[in-house]
């Protein structure tokens, strides 16, 4: 870590990350695994968090978008690597000659893709997606066949190869919900319509962080884990991160950038929504909804100052907010710890996302790019076994 003060900083523990990529391999030992790390990595960034999740054994990466995927590549990661999100006018050609798995959803996008082929001179790896009833991306069952032969005329062709027919669940994260029954047997009807039409997938998957911890008969041949890879439940109803072998990677805090005494009735922020009781002891923490702290969390949010739970006093500003320590005392530069793993007695992202009405997942992926990230636990390539003593290759 650097020894240079911060005025806030999310430190990720890349061998938390590689153990969690371990347990989840574990829970689905005859599978494939694909780190997802879209929207840089669920905040966490996405080319160290890559190469850790490849260390640990994970076959695959995942992204959403091409742009993505190829930032990766422009990094040097060289393995198997996937995107799914594509609009109009994307880089097709580009993500051809990388060497990245692309998924198509439409006619549009098979035509799309032919064409970066023709220009790129060598043929694409396809994944085709079938909407099984999410309802947002994928090929609706009736125009599958449409895609389905397509993509095999143009295989045929030489233009492409399948790799792989995938679709994902919408209620994974409520196990024996009936839309998880029925969007199962959905894909297993498309993938034997496409297998018997020719194609020959590498892979089939659906599996997504919740159902590759509650639901194997979800794995096909691949599961695809986001959130759980950081530490954070998919379904806090079912389970908390350490119910499944899980310790959460960023710790996000800051440093106290003032410290004061005030008297009673003394307005703190915005539209003076919190009012000092008594005399009391204010400290300001520098971070805001610039830096990705929810403004719902005005009067809410949960903060470890000295040792104990402090709760945001007033409103969160662009830059800072502020905590009431009553009675209890404080130094400018001390560490106001917003959340973490709660080994040392802090907040996690789960508290704060019940503090403020939403979900872990936009907790963690919401800390903007003004927030240094600080990686510990980090291995070099040529280091070979992790530093927590494990093989990072085994499962």
Known sequence: MSETPMRARAVVDLAALRANVRALRARAPRAQLMAVVKANAYGHGAVPCARAARQAGAQ???????????????????????CWLWTPGDP????????????VSGLWALDELTAAVRAAGRPARVQLKIDTGLGRNGCQPGDWEKL????????????????????????????????????????????????????????RHIANSPATLTLSETHFDMVRTGVAMYGVSPSPEVGAPEDFGLKPVMTLSASL??????????????GH??????????????????????????GTGPVLVGGKWRTVAGRVAMDQFVVDLGGDSAEVGDEAVLFGPGDRGEPT???????????????????SARVP???????????GPGRDGRDDTGA
């Open 92 to 103: 097709w050609r580009e993500a051809v000659e990388a060497d990245i798995d692309v998924s």
């Open 349 to 367: 992202a789960e508290d704060w996302a019940r503090a403020t009405g939403t979900i872990a997942y936009e907790v963690i992926t919401r800390i």
């Open 373 to 383: 990230r600080v990686y510990v636990g980090e291995v070099r390539e040529e280091d």
């Open 148 to 203: 389905v032969a397509a993509a095999r005329d143009a295989e045929q062709a030489g233009l492409l190869k399948v790799t792989g027919i995938w679709s994902h669940f919408a209620c994974a994260d409520e196990p024996g919900h009936p839309s998880i029954r029925a969007q199962l047997d959905v894909f297993r009807d498309a993938v034997s319509y496409a297998e018997r039409q020719g194609l020959n997938p590498e892979v």
């Open 60 to 82: 695959w990466v995942g992204t959403a978008t091409p742009h993505e995927a190829l930032a990766l590549r422009a990094a040097g990661d060289r393995g198997r690597l996937m």
């Open 257 to 270: 950038a003032s410290v004061k005494r005030v008297p009673g009735q003394h307005g703190v922020s915005y």
């Open 273 to 298: 929504t919190y009012v000092t009781p008594g005399e009391t002891t204010l400290a300001l923490v520098p971070v805001g909804y610039a830096d990705g702290i929810p403004r719902a969390a005005s």
